[in-house]
């Protein structure tokens, strides 16, 4: 398994500009996410999905759209890249299961892609 | 929503040592704790993980604990070594959703051989 994979690895825009961040997850997990992470704050969730065809807001999700068409694919769209865009963006794929400790929800991470808006 | 915080930022230890990091939270709704750990250039992956009707949770050098009337949960690492140098993130879940994480500002930790 190929796991979660994102692509690009490095992208530059300029302000104004739109672009796609493709990340795709070849597990069969049911959610989908897409976070931010900035300097000194952490990972911020941008949208999610539960399932194909079902997606919804997280906490920053002004200037950013998604889609979930596939299990597979949770592509994350900028509209017109602002500055304030600049970030770290990971994807991550997760399902819900049962172990000796409990419910859990392993969220694995795809390796990034490094956005600077100019 | 969840507001999650975490200190310290950084913590510097002496290997063998141990290293403690606490996180508070404010969604009484929220029921899974779980912490990433993240090495420079590399993406955050789960270390453990806590659900609210467990106190504590322990794995080998590892053990968090949670406090769910005072809102907050601590990562112990005992006998540490220079791997465990990284940034380590505490996460709430967004109400009982835990598909939906709500990260702390992370705590990069340094272990001096």
């Known amino acids: 398994n190929a796991g979660v994979t994102q692509t690009p690895k490095f992208q530059v825009l300029k302000t104004g500009q739109s672009m796609t961040l493709q990340c795709a997850q070849d597990?069969?997990?049911?959610?989908m996410s897409w976070y931010r992470q900035d300097p000194g704050m952490g990972l911020r969730l941008i949208h999610y999905s539960v399932g194909a065809g079902i997606t919804d807001q997280g906490e920053v999700p002004n200037g950013y759209n998604v889609s979930r068409s596939t299990t597979e694919d949770f592509p994350l769209r900028l509209l017109s890249a602002a500055p304030s865009q600049t970030s770290v963006y990971f994807c991550?794929?997760?399902?819900?299961?049962?172990?000796?400790?409990?419910?859990?929800?392993?969220?694995?991470f795809g390796p990034g892609t490094r956005l600077t808006v100019t | 929503g969840e507001n999650v915080e975490q200190h310290p930022s950084t913590l510097s230890v002496q290997e063998g040592d141990s290293a403690v990091i606490k996180c508070t939270y404010s969604d009484s709704a929220s029921n899974y704790f779980p912490w990433y750990k993240q090495e420079l250039g590399k993406r955050p992956q789960l270390i453990i993980d806590i659900r609210s009707n467990v106190g504590e949770k322990k794995d080998q050098r590892i053990a968090v604990t949670l406090n769910k009337t005072a809102k907050h949960f601590s990562l112990h690492i005992t006998e540490t070594q220079p791997e465990d140098s990284a940034v380590y993130f505490c996460?709430?879940?967004?109400?009982?959703?835990?598909?939906?994480?709500?990260f702390g500002a992370g705590t990069t930790v340094t272990v001096r051989a």
């Open positions: 597990m069969n997990h049911e959610y």
């Open positions: 991550a794929s997760s399902y819900s299961y049962t172990s000796r400790g409990g419910r859990r929800n392993e969220q694995y």
């Open positions: 996460a709430a879940s967004i109400g009982r959703d835990d598909y939906k994480l709500s």
